[in-house]
């Protein structure tokens, strides 16, 4: 695979950015060699900038559910270009997209619109904080929820690809105050609720984990994590940026049908687009500024191009049997994959929920070989054992069998 412009851009980028990335997970750390630069993407294929093709699992790490440069979003954010980018001030678009959320998350009866997933998570937590007057929250070892001070303790993604879970540069005071349990252990759970009776603000959980790598609840968990919420007077919030509009239209809340008191979007809200929500009953939302007391701001928030973005992702996505098409044509992969672990002895396993799935080897070594052959022949996955990959709508079966075909021949 030629490298030479891909090398040359990321000697350029050594010099302008740590690590000459933009996040931390781009750089190839955990698997070495060069990131190939992109230049351009179209439905199910990237191409870099020596002309190398991929079939992309990656999807700019969940928003392309479409599939890149979608025609009608792509004509409808050019359209929107010409009236302007940002004004700071409210537009229609705003509530157009946002009476879509609603509908589709129906326990988001209020909602406000930020630039990110870390804002959203951020913000959700502040709000859990100042409407229960409690500081204490619990989070998952291996959950990820963005790069907030105080949510970077025992966090998944970079932190566990890097071996940094627990970021420097965060003060122990703040990190004291985030408690973490098991992910699918309700008795770690319980156990920290009942050692800080009455202090603790939330729960936290991404209701499929998907910054470990892809895990499904067990049957109970999110039910159970709902029980202890109730019973402790603490708020849970489902962080469903990864999950929301991939698992399910309405996310993993309409899949397991578990109503969280706060709900925290982004990804695909915005259809690659920078957008991030959070939300959720209209008395507790009225506690963020200017209604109350909680504050909460962004100059890009709800920015035209990206409501406009987001308008036509959720539009397409809200059509029929969307989402029994995705179903299938990821299952079609996944169970091709598992087929061949199970035939070819292969220390592995795949997890998976729908279009989101990871190939967990038992040795990551074993990981990094596969990933670095998978790129030679075109097969363009997340650089890290700790990430999830995702089939769009634009993976047709030629894309699965051409997947399967060089899985077949590197595993
Ligand atoms: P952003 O701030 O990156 O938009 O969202 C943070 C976030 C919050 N919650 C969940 C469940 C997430 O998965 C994320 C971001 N996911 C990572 C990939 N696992 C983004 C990729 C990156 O960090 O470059």
């Not at 412009?5 to 750089?27: D, I, T, Y």
């Not at 100042?130 to 959950?143: M, V």
Request: glycine fraction near 12%.
């Amino acid at each position: 695979m030629k490298q030479n412009c891909s090398q040359k851009f990321f000697e350029e980028a050594l010099n302008l950015f740590p690590g000459g990335v933009n996040s931390p997970v781009r750089a190839f750390g955990a698997v070495g060699g060069t990131p190939p630069f992109i230049a351009k993407a179209q439905g199910p294929k990237i191409w870099d900038v020596d002309g190398n093709e991929y079939i992309d699992y990656v999807g700019s790490w969940g928003p392309a559910i479409l599939g890149h440069a979608h025609p009608k979003v792509v004509a409808a954010v050019q359209a929107a270009a010409a009236n302007g980018f940002s004004f700071g001030a409210p537009t229609e678009l705003e509530s157009r997209l946002a009476l879509m959320v609603r509908e589709i998350f129906p326990s988001m009866e209020k909602l406000r619109f930020v630039s990110s997933g870390t804002e959203a998570a951020m913000s959700a937590v502040r709000l859990a904080r100042g409407t229960t007057g409690r500081d204490k929250i619990i989070k998952f070892e291996g959950g990820y929820h963005g790069h907030a001070d105080f949510l970077l303790v025992k966090a998944g993604s970079g932190g566990a690809t890097f071996g940094i879970p627990s970021s420097a540069g965060v003060p122990k005071d703040f990190a004291k105050l985030t408690l973490t349990a098991a992910y699918n252990n309700l008795d770690s759970v319980k156990k920290i609720f009942d050692a800080n009776k009455n202090e603790i603000a939330c729960v936290i959980v991404e209701p499929v984990a998907g910054n470990v790598g892809c895990i499904p609840p067990q049957t109970g968990f999110l039910q159970g994590l709902q029980n202890l919420c109730k019973a402790n007077g603490a708020l849970l919030i489902f962080d469903e940026v990864m999950t929301g509009f991939r698992v399910a239209l309405g996310g993993a809340q309409e899949l397991y049908d578990i109503k969280p008191d706060i709900t925290c979007l982004g990804k695909i809200i915005g259809g690659g687009l920078p957008v991030g929500a959070y939300g959720g009953r209209k008395e507790l939302m009225d506690n963020m500024a200017p209604l109350g007391k909680i504050y909460q701001a962004g100059t890009l928030s709800g920015n035209p191009l990206a409501m406009t973005a987001g308008i036509e992702t959720l539009k397409i996505l809200s059509q029929k049997k969307v989402y029994e098409k995705l179903n299938e044509i990821s299952a079609r992969l996944t169970s091709g994959i598992q087929e061949m672990i199970k035939t070819k002895k292969i220390g592995a396993k795949i997890e998976g929920v729908g279009s989101m799935w990871t190939l967990f080897f038992d040795r990551l070594d074993d990981f990094k070989k596969f990933f670095h052959a998978a790129l030679e022949k075109g097969i363009y996955l997340p650089p890290s054992q700790f990430e999830t990959c995702f089939v769009s709508l634009a993976h047709t079966n030629i894309e699965v069998d051409n997947t399967l075909d060089v899985f077949e021949s590197i595993l």
